[in-house]
């Protein structure tokens, strides 16, 4: 069974860090891209970041691109990532997301969500 377990989301001050983890377990985590979302109360889910399964490229929404640090370890089957310089605008529900791409499926697996609050 698929598993994609978020941590490290709280109360943080505007201008604080704070680091997202997600631990995946029933899949080949390797092999997927992963990917974080977030979606603010009455919003739609909106992409942050990805990581293709090697680590060897990233992409970032704008909103997020030079604050936000996408990063994996395929030996704890971990996808982190490192938000600085958090702003009220960053609050919201932050998703785990693994994608596969095969010829004749996509395979597509989310986590239960993590919030993260910025606030004073």
């Known amino acids: 069974q698929v598993h994609l377990v978020e941590s490290g989301g709280g109360l943080v001050q505007p201008g604080g860090s704070l680091r997202l983890s997600c631990a995946g377990s029933?899949?080949?985590?390797?092999?997927?891209?992963m990917n974080w979302f977030l979606q603010a109360p009455g919003k739609e889910r909106d992409f942050v970041a990805s990581?293709?399964?090697?680590?060897?490229?990233?992409t970032y929404a704008d909103s997020v691109k030079g604050r936000f640090t996408i990063s994996r370890d395929n030996a704890k089957n971990t996808v982190y990532l490192q938000m600085t310089s958090l702003i009220p605008e960053d609050t919201a529900v932050y998703y785990c997301?693994?994608?596969?791409?095969?010829?004749?499926?996509?395979?597509?697996?989310w986590g239960q969500g993590t919030q993260v609050t910025v606030s004073s």
């Open positions: 997301n693994a994608r596969r791409r095969l010829v004749i499926r996509v395979d597509d697996y």
């Open positions: 029933g899949f080949t985590f390797s092999s997927y891209t």
């Open positions: 990581i293709t399964s090697g680590g060897t490229s990233t």
